[in-house]
């Protein structure tokens, strides 16, 4: 299925197994090698020139140490020397989800972050490939994208963090509102369009990440995002979870907790311990959901009730300057399973 959704993202260069994961092409790579990091510029020396024209070739081509070690620039050094040893990470997994867990089950030792989004957009793109519904894809950028978040009216506005600091400088119009800033005047303010289910597919084609999602309870910005994790668990693990939202927490027998950024899971254990949040550390929770397995027997013993599965609570939470940086390792790494598929 074609989508006018995502239409920088490098699904189209990679393959899929008929259990839906993806596999790395020459073509993606090739996709990789043409990141700006990367790019010759006009003092490049030899060495440098040699490897992007072998690599060119092939790809997937071993490197040797010494062909990096060659090259005369010291930051080209270390973007190639990043950039392969996350090209081998990948290579030397069966496919890209595996790749992708097996980064972060290792803490993403020594690797460059910035390699990371790019997995976890393709991965997305692939369990969205089938889906029509733009809120779903847009709720999936929180998975590889920051966000701002804006309490507004009793929701929630989450706008793309890169896309708010552009408009934020150049009032919505990029080079032009740059070039009309220097010259001291003032670009009129374009509007960032929210969301909603009236004009959710005209307006994701149209602005993409411009789109807003509020987020708040009862509202399909916030069922979106609970649809896109199960989808993601079930992905991953093969077993089936149900995500609600939820208003607040009541838990006499609260068992378990995901934190899905590092704000929620600090004021998930505070409440978890007996503690009390104070009112601005309340403020910054963006979203809290019930997560309820299918089979109880997916759920570790010790943490079963009568036989039934007891529910795992989640919350989503910015910073203190309202930005929200979801980690969705933390879905997966965190997750009481009883054995993994």
Not at 255 to 282: F, S
Request: proline share 6%; charged share 25%.
């Amino acid at each position: 299925m074609t989508h006018r959704w995502w239409p920088q993202s490098s699904y189209s260069l990679v393959r899929r197994t008929p259990a839906g994961r993806l596999l790395v092409t020459d073509e993606l790579l090739r996709a990789w090698l043409a990141r700006p990091e990367l790019a010759l510029v006009d003092d490049s020396c030899p060495a440098e020139r040699a490897l992007v024209a072998a690599l060119d070739q092939s790809p997937a081509r071993v490197v040797e140490h010494g062909e990096i070690a060659a090259i005369r620039d010291p930051d080209a050094r270390d973007n190639w020397f990043a950039f392969v040893a996350f090209r081998n990470r990948v290579l030397a997994q069966p496919d890209i989800e595996s790749a992708w867990l097996e980064l972060f089950l290792d803490g993403l030792s020594g690797i460059a972050p910035v390699f990371v989004p790019q997995l976890t957009e393709l991965i997305l793109h692939g369990l969205l490939h089938d889906c029509d519904d733009p809120l779903m894809w847009r709720a999936a950028e929180l998975f590889f994208r920051s966000q701002r978040a804006t309490p507004q009216g009793g929701r929630v506005l989450m706008a793309d963090a890169e896309v708010l600091g552009d408009y934020a400088e150049t009032g919505g119009f990029g080079n032009i509102g740059r070039l009309i800033l220097q010259a001291g005047g003032a670009p009129r303010r374009a509007d960032l369009d929210v969301l909603d289910p009236t004009n959710a597919a005209e307006l994701y084609a149209r602005a993409g990440r411009r789109a807003v999602l509020p987020l708040n309870v009862g509202q399909p910005g916030l069922d979106a995002l609970c649809r896109v994790m199960e989808r993601f668990i079930a992905h991953f693990y093969g077993c089936t979870v149900r995500i609600t939202p939820q208003k607040d927490i009541h838990d006499d027998r609260w068992a378990w907790h995901i934190g899905l950024d590092r704000e929620a899971m600090d004021l998930l254990n505070t409440l978890y311990e007996g503690g009390a949040l104070a009112p601005d550390r309340t403020a910054r929770i963006v979203a809290l959901f019930r997560l309820d397995f299918d089979d109880p027997t997916d759920m570790r013993a010790e943490l079963r009730r009568d036989g039934e599965a007891r529910p795992v609570w989640m919350a989503l939470a910015m910073d203190d300057a309202g930005l929200v940086q979801m980690k969705p390792q933390n879905l997966l790494l965190n997750l009481p399973l009883a054995a993994v598929n």
